[in-house]
């Protein structure tokens, strides 16, 4: 059509350029802009083609012009829109349609990290204390080391060929003695049988080889020429190398014991610290730790148990207890095919276990923050909840005095075994294989008088502690939301669950909208639930938490504290209430300064802030 090379349509692809192109084209034909003299197109055209671009387009009902709660805006007549108690329902799936699931991804990521920073944590799940290893003191003279290698598998074989197999050189048996005095070559160091034939077998459980390594190496660091010491803890390293189960983890005892009542000493244990305290001893030893920073362990062996280390790891992990679909602790004994709890002995149940697991824990927490996988932190910090939401108040347990699990105001307990019903963690007792019972005094008399421990008083309260000294562990439910992990998953529906997801953290996070001033000393009171006491005194006040007894807190409210007057202010606790915060700290540094107290037990309160020493 003459001079059109000048536009190139390709490049017009949105409305507005369309226009554009439309106007230029109406132009060329009127006689208009720079093509007037080119083309000429009578008046009238040229005002029809000016009313078309003009000209909005006829209104679609819902097509192009929306509608408002299903009623369509054309028409002449007033539209009145009121209130409507089900105005929330502005669906999110309407939303979903006008976002592609690349801006919503942006979108939700940005409210994540804002609601994560607002509740001061750096990931999905809190972080909690770092413990040091389990403390190791045993200084061993050469002479102890040689008593307890008298009893290793590897010098007794000599008189106890017929119960000894290659698999168990190297171990000890679970014998009172063995730390104590030397082996005097001829008593028995079988304890453990087969249906119909003795075999002197290793032990994995009660740190029979965590400590007989340990003491080895204590004795070595001492004289590092002494070989057969070393070669004696070499030796009980092998021994745990041989004992690891297919795919991880270790037995109570090794090689494979026969003896029907006892099968399931062959099985992956957290009974009796077996796993917690091999992969202690491992750690230990792979870090060159304390008294393994000589030469004892060589670097072929080192990297072996490296690898089996790793191995238990994803052990623990997988084999963490789920119940109504949130991860707890750990069962005693795991079939090591199915990988399902089973029982032990008749009267120990395949549930949870609260002091075997509370040592798993200890251990995990003793792992640096840098080095703690999310997978670590998240199994730590369901394990820790548990064992909040598993405690017994107002009980205490003494094996010694019937009924054993008595009433004891103000204290607390719990049990060996639990398992969940009606909604809620009661204990677990064992009446012979598969049958549970409901009390102790349920069980045989034998099991729950000769010997055996139902309950432990202090389990819960080193776990609980971990979490009492790290503000992060309290800021967000860990596990609620998980934005930055969504990425594209969000999308149409699952808009909707990422802001519903947001809605629930939002109710959670609490924030002071109440302001109380004061100017003298108070005792906290309920009415202090949740708001901001402004404190504006110019002398020195002390603001005092009550017992339970007295005002009865729930556990996790929390109370924010500010020092706006010139005087300092003291956070004090009645006699029986445990006040924790960092180093012990309870006055408000400086003038502004400002502090929260939340309630995390009974009579438990934690304390963080702004804070400096008491003066004395």
Known sequence: MGNTANY????????????????DFRDMLCGTGTNSNTYKIDTQMKAN???????????????????????????????????????????????GGYFDSIEVEGVLQEVGAG??????????VPEYSILPLSTINYPTTLAEARDIMSWQHTVAKQSFDSYITAASLGAWSSISSVFTRAWDGTESIVRDYTDGNTVAMGDMDDKMMYLGIIKLASAYKTDTSANDIRDAAREAVDFILRAEIAGGGWPEVYPAQDYSPSMYENYIAFNDDTMSYTMGLIRR?????????TDIIDAPRKALLDAAYDRAMSVVLELQLVTNGVKNVWAGIYHPITRLPIWARGWEPNTQMAHESSNMIEYLCSIATVDRTPEIKECIHYAIQWFKDAIVEDVRYDRTISPYFTSAIGQHTWYRFYRYVGGQ??????????????????????????????????DGDKVIALSKTDTQAFSLPAGSISIEDQGAHFGGANVEVALQEIGTILGEISLSSAIIPISSAITLELSHKDVLIKCGNSVGITITVPLNSAVPFTVGDEIAIVAYGTGSVIIGATAGVDLYSSNSFATIGTQYGSCVLKKMGLNEWLLIGNLIENAV
């Open 8 to 23: 190139d349509l390709t490049t017009y692809d949105r409305i507005t350029d369309t226009l554009v192109v439309f106007g």
């Open 49 to 95: 083609a000016d009313a078309i671009i003009s000209k909005q387009a006829t209104l679609v009902s819902g097509t192009n012009i929306r509608t408002i709660n299903g009623e369509t805006l054309l028409g002449s007549t007033n539209l009145v829109i009121t209130g409507s108690e089900t105005a929330a329902e502005t669906s999110v799936t309407d939303i």
């Open 115 to 124: 609601l994560l920073a607002l509740g001061g944590v750096t990931g999905s």
């Open 285 to 293: 030893i792979s870090e060159g730790i304390h008294p393994f920073d």
């Open 425 to 458: 963690w009661i204990g677990a007792f064992g009446a012979g294989v598969g049958v549970f019972v409901n009390t102790i005094q349920e069980v045989s008399p034998s099991q729950y008088i000769e010997g055996y421990t139902w309950g432990y008083n202090d």
